[in-house]
């Protein structure tokens, strides 16, 4: 099986891993692209090729992991040739898979997301749209691929979605927190919720807070794609004031060179900056 | 021990139960109060007496148990001569439970609120203020109290921020889940947020949504109180929204006469009514 990738960056070299120790042959080009995206394909020891249209000539199936912006252009870079299988596994939404999609006039399309974070070991990729077994061949070269429906936008939805609960609960925990600590009752807030939640609560809140202070600014900007997606069917005022509250919090905490320690050292030094 | 309630409705008769079992004598006034009320005072045999003011001058323990909107009128009905325990025990803020404590010029006073369903077996009181431990001790009476603070507004403050949490998460699984039911994945993604959510969030996620549906106006009444509490730290976006998700809810569904029996179904009216 070949597989080219559009883009070489933690995703493309991620899975590369598990394709090249599994048998899979993989290409992508590197002209063009950063030093990073060089240096990774190099030290992976990933065939490269000249341009997108030579790598579409060279392979059964072309994964797109670039930058949610670069995600349409990444489509129509491939020219109007390939009949193989195109996947995009960007973290956009359904709208702008569908967009994407349109590019490519002669080959299957797929719809896929990574569900978590890809540094996990076997990370799930979601696949859907009527080609997406194409795609799911690769189980048989070390991912972990599941299908989960027939449509293009089902795959990248449910990961909009995910998004819209894991980081509401995120914002929800700052703001609820917040004042409990200011009012010397966070602790006892841990276990008052907790007696409902569950016992692993304390742990993933206090978790979920201190990444909230490390990746404020990136989190904001990912909860407007999940506005957009949710936008079709209703006024999605949790997803807008999930915004609004990373938006609070990265204006100050932008500059922080470190993940905090403790949730309450993140709260102090939201209240200094 | 002699344990007064002002008001006699669902709060002061089912902690009356436990109160009466194990020993203590319960007084009230009904005087004024609705049918209902007496109608409790009277199944329950609990003593009589005309007057919140004559109350205060039978018994040990005064615990105020009414309506939100008449804590602070309870408080200031029990006259300035009691010099026994005065408990405020209402689903209201923590300004409100000071501004209702200022009433009671001799008298100590305790914050105290409910966690949960007071129909639970055993339900748990949080208590704060430095006279906290005089109404402890109704857990010799069969109550479950326990002390978290030595300040006035704690108790009241976590049941706030507890509210702030749960409803938030409610109104946060309406959203999301309203989308990926018009996507068609909502059963994929009780699987997909399940995995990091742990075995149990199904349920709990279709529990909630069932009783958002029912209960969304009530809800919404009570988020005033919680964006009120939270406002003194911050600007409490999260709140602001979950008490309009509620609104969207509630306006649309405040005429159901039942609980539907699926999230689904509640959906279906929500989008024809």
Known sequence: ????????????????IELLINGAEVFTCVEGRSDFSRNLAQEKNVNTVPTNEALAQKVDIILSAVTPAAAIDAAASIGTNFKGTYVDINNVSPEVVKSALQHIKQGKVVDAAIIGSVNRKKVQILASGKDAPEFAQLNDFG?????????IGQASGIKMLRSSYTKGVSALLWETFYAAYKMGVDEELFDVIGNTEGSEFKKSAISRMISTAFHASRRQEEMKEVQLALSLFEDPVLAKSTERK????????????????????????????
């Open 1 to 16: 099986m070949k597989v080219g990738f559009i883009g070489f960056g933690e995703v493309a070299s991620t899975l590369t």
């Open 143 to 151: 991912l972990n691929i599941k299908i989960i429906g027939t449509e």
């Open 246 to 273: 990373f938006h609070q919090i990265a204006q100050k905490l932008k500059r922080l060179d470190k993940k905090p320690d403790t949730y309450r050292e993140a709260f102090l030094l939201w209240e200094k900056l």
